[in-house]
T-cell receptor
Framework: SQQGEEDPQALSIQEGENATMNCSYK?????LQWYRQNSGRGLVHLIL?????REKHSGRLRVTLDTSKKSSSLLITASRAADTASYFC???????????????FGTGTRLTIIP | DTEVTQTPKHLVMGMTNKKSLKCEQH?????MYWYKQKAKKPPELMFV???????INESVPSRFSPECPNSSLLNLHLHALQPEDSALYLC????????????????FGPGTRLTVL
């Protein structure tokens, strides 16, 4: 089964509004990462949050992590048309202290910004 | 150079053909990945090479054969594919487990769009 489930599956908002997408996962993790994918292209790494962190910012992105609820959220503020893309969370499951090369991707949220 | 390159961008092949996908990175990364992605789905991991050794094979059919000639190159050899193998094939790299505490963010190439007729 999918490690990460994201909601909503699709989100359409007006340019300038904030977009929030959520990710839930099932097992303990080392870290959680968010990626963006423009249509038919490769994924771009956005941000990584470690299991001992609760919040992280990068430009217009804000990520929160609640390990007790096994959930994360990605907030994009002041959205732009160029933010239109699919967004995936990816978890690094905790197996050992040596980290893990295998990430498990969530189902993704398709974000559309309406100009 | 912070890029992962993939060739070709598009590939159309018949079920009896043999073809190869190529991936290259010059970031000094020691882990490289092949993913398969169907439309509107997340990437599915196929193979992981760590320090040029195959470390993960996600029960991929033998008609897909990976090869890692050196730390910068990754190939995926294709033979006797089926139409359901049509997908976007993504290559990625990451620093490897020695890159720092769980520093496993992945850098993706643009993908090869494969169509099997």
């Amino acid at each position: 089964s999918q490690q990460g489930e994201e909601d909503p599956q699709a989100l359409s908002i007006q340019e300038g509004e904030n977009a929030t997408m959520n990710c839930s996962y099932k097992t303990s993790i080392n870290n959680l990462q968010w990626y963006r994918q423009n249509s038919g292209r490769g994924l771009v790494h956005l941000i990584l949050i470690r299991s001992n962190e609760r919040e992280k910012h990068s430009g217009r992105l804000r990520v929160t992590l609640d390990t007790s609820k096994k959930s994360s959220s990605l907030l994009i503020t002041a959205s732009r048309a160029a933010d239109t893309a699919s967004y995936f969370c990816a978890t690094d499951p905790y197996i050992s202290n040596f980290g893990n090369e295998k990430l498990t991707f969530g189902t993704g949220t398709r974000l559309t910004i309406i100009p | 150079d912070t890029e992962v390159t993939q060739t070709p961008k598009h590939l159309v092949m018949g079920m009896t053909n043999k073809k190869s996908l190529k991936c290259e990175q010059h970031m000094g990364h020691r882990a490289m990945y092949w993913y398969k992605q169907k439309a509107k789905k997340p990437p599915e991991l196929m193979f992981v090479y760590s320090y040029e050794k195959l470390s993960i094979n996600e029960s991929v059919p033998s008609r897909f054969s990976p090869e890692c000639p050196n730390s910068s190159l990754l190939n995926l050899h294709l033979h006797a594919l089926q139409p359901e193998d049509s997908a976007l094939y993504l290559c990625a790299s990451s620093p490897g487990l020695a890159g720092g505490p769980r520093n496993n963010e992945q850098f993706f190439g643009p993908g090869t769009r494969l169509t099997v007729l």
